[in-house]
T-cell receptor
Framework: AQSVSQHNHHVILSEAASLELGCNYS??????LFWYVQYPGQHLQLLLK??????LVKGIKGFEAEFIKSKFSFNLRKPSVQWSDTAEYFC????????????FGSGTRLSIRP | DGGITQSPKYLFRKEGQNVTLSCEQN?????MYWYRQDPGQGLRLIYY???????QKGDIAEGYSVSREKKESFPLTVTSAQKNPTAFYLC???????????FGPGTRLTVL
């Protein structure tokens, strides 16, 4: 069955540390890839997305993600985190098929120590 | 302002009662979705609709029902058959399926 895995459930970093959150999916066909963020008390919102083209995509607030097709991965990165990055991060994969669907990962809670 | 509204923000119901959660969008999107968010489980799809008067079950549709009589509206009814209804419910919409989704603020339902 198709699935999306976010192996890090809770990540704790200090300010200025580098961040990488993992996202892997199991599906051999064409995909759209997304990272969403949910700041405390706010709506879920799009951080960045990949549909085609350059596999390195840049999003809002200095985030970027790289699609590595051979590894079925779409990891999220930020070189230097800030306290305001404290949030929950969700990876999502849109599957192109006869019954197209989007699957969300279980989320990673990011806590930044000031 | 374009967006998605969900009401109410908090909802309390007694066990055994049906309850309907509202979701309205003015983004002119064809696709709409209902998710349930539980701690550590991410977003699980309850129902989705790609067009007016059509909807499909998601991964956890048992105990829920929906309607899509208007493009802008996609209400979710949590029935008494849902065994564990206390949760945070999110509505979303997108231009088409597997495109970027826009989310509402959510409704937190507590069944007492």
């Amino acid at each position: 069955a198709q699935s999306v895995s976010q192996h890090n459930h809770h990540v704790i970093l200090s300010e200025a540390a580098s961040l990488e959150l993992g996202c892997n999916y199991s599906y051999g066909g064409t995909v759209n890839l997304f990272w969403y963020v949910q700041y405390p008390g706010q709506h879920l919102q799009l951080l960045l997305k990949y549909f085609s083209g350059d596999p390195l995509v840049k999003g809002i607030k200095g985030f970027e993600a790289e699609f590595i097709k051979s590894k079925f991965s779409f990891n999220l990165r930020k070189p230097s985190v800030q306290w305001s990055d404290t949030a929950e991060y969700f990876c999502a994969v849109g599957l192109y098929s006869s019954a197209s669907k989007i699957i969300f990962g279980s989320g990673t809670r990011l806590s930044i120590r000031p | 302002d374009g967006g998605i509204t969900q009401s109410p923000k908090y909802l309390f119901r007694k066990e055994g009662q049906n309850v309907t959660l509202s979701c309205e969008q003015n983004l002119n999107h064809d696709a709409m979705y209902w998710y349930r968010q539980d701690p550590g489980q991410g977003l699980r799809l309850i129902y989705y609709s790609q067009i007016v008067n059509d909807f499909q079950k998601g991964d956890i549709a048992e105990g829920y029902s929906v309607s899509r009589e208007k493009k802008e509206s996609f209400p979710l009814t949590v029935t008494s058959a849902q065994k564990n209804p206390t949760a945070f419910y999110l509505c979303a919409s997108s231009i088409v399926m597997i495109d970027e989704q826009f989310f509402g603020p959510g409704t937190r339902l507590t069944v007492l």
